[in-house]
């Protein structure tokens, strides 16, 4: 089963607003991290959060972290369409190593 | 800098016949490797990993198998394609130790049984 859940599964939004995706786990975690797809392609590593860590910044990226809910989001601000692409949350859970388990994926389409 | 390949981009394959994709990374050493496969919009379900030579660990009982028989190279292999092999398959590497770092992908291979 899915360690991440992403939410919403879908998101369309118009150039220069806000993202926001959120992901829910189940487990206790190490650290949490967000990838991006865009349309066929392999998955890009955009940041990593670990479980001391409460927020990070990466460019127009930031992602907050609340391990007592949980859960993570990634919000991208001023969005362009070159943003488009599939965003997916993957953790690797205490005692799992060597490996992350992904979520199901937040598919964002920016409007020009 | 470090590279990850894969191939080949496409396949369409007969139910029943063998399968080889192929991985290999460049400009690191002793990776970890991967090997997910991602159904049409959904998300992605390891398969295979390794830490080492010869060390595969298989994550779902199916109809696949891995082999790392260079430190670099990771194969995946069927002896008979079933229908619900069908999907995108990508390799992945991260550095390897202790801690879960981040993973690289290559560009993936979309496999289509018919």
Redesign the interface.
């Known amino acids: 089963s899915q360690q991440g859940e992403e939410d919403p599964q879908a998101l369309s939004i118009q150039e220069g607003e806000n993202a926001t995706m959120n992901c829910s786990y189940k487990t206790s975690i190490n650290n949490l991290q967000w990838y991006r797809q865009n349309s066929g392609r392999g998955l890009v590593h955009l940041i990593l959060i670990r479980s001391n860590e409460r927020e990070k910044h990466s460019g127009r990226l930031r992602v907050t972290l609340d391990t007592s809910k949980k859960s993570s989001s990634l919000l991208i601000t001023a969005s362009r369409a070159a943003d488009t692409a599939s965003y997916f949350c993957a953790t690797d859970g205490i005692g799992a190593t060597n490996k992350l388990i992904f979520g199901t994926g937040t598919l964002l389409a920016v409007q020009p | 800098s470090q590279t990850i390949h894969q191939w080949p981009a496409t396949l369409v394959q007969p139910v029943g016949s063998p399968l080889s994709l192929e991985c290999t990374v460049e400009g690191t050493s002793n990776p970890?490797l991967?090997w997910?496969r991602q159904a049409a919009?959904?998300?992605?379900q390891?398969l295979f990993?390794s830490?080492g030579i010869g060390q595969i660990?298989s994550?779902v009982p199916q109809n696949l198998s891995a082999s790392r028989p260079q430190d670099r190279q990771f194969i995946l292999s069927s002896k008979k394609l079933l229908l619900s092999d069908s999907g995108?398959y990508?390799c992945?590497w991260s550095r390897?130790g202790?801690?879960?770092y981040?993973?690289?992908?290559?560009?993936?291979t979309?496999l289509t049984v018919t």
């Open positions: 970890n991967y997910y919009g959904r998300g992605l390891l990993y830490v660990s994550e995108f990508l992945a390897s202790g801690v879960i981040e993973q690289y992908f290559g560009p993936g979309r």
